[in-house]
């Protein structure tokens, strides 16, 4: 269906993907520094540590064939990255309701912690969908 368009109108297409990506980015952003500065406590700031952990064992075990982390591989590395992806998801959720459970942040600032998480996700599958486009890819 691409393929049809013309090529005026397809970068018009990506920019506008890219756009909702930046949004969905900043929003999450937004809410995460909301969630601290509303309530005047930081340590829901916490959870940014595995924001940044998120990626990487993406980065560095995956390499650019994405595609194997949706199929079922007998390669180790590949199993260690979604390993460690998984615990750095799960982490981003457990801390937020651990901090919550021991009274330290009240339910707004959870609300708005996973409201962030959900968005966070929301833009990685957004930029998963675009990466699979044949025509447009970053990497």
């Not at 970068?11 to 999450?28: D, E, M, P, Q, Y």
């Amino acid at each position: 269906m691409m393929a049809d368009l013309p090529g005026y109108l397809r970068t018009c297409l990506h920019t506008g993907k890219l756009a909702v990506l930046a949004i969905l980015v900043s929003g999450g952003i937004v809410l995460q520094i909301l969630a601290c500065a509303l309530y005047n406590n930081w340590w829901p700031m916490l959870t940014v540590i595995m924001y940044v952990l998120l990626p990487m064992p993406l980065l560095f075990f995956a390499g650019s064939n994405g595609s194997s982390l949706f199929s079922e591989s007998d390669n180790s590395w590949v199993s260690a990255t979604k390993f460690l992806t998984g615990a750095s998801a799960v982490g981003s959720i457990a801390i937020p309701a651990i901090l919550k459970h021991a009274g330290v942040i009240g339910w707004g600032a959870l609300a708005m912690e996973f409201s962030s998480y959900f968005i966070f996700v929301l833009a990685i599958m957004c930029y998963i969908q675009m990466n699979d486009d044949d025509d447009y890819s970053f990497l």
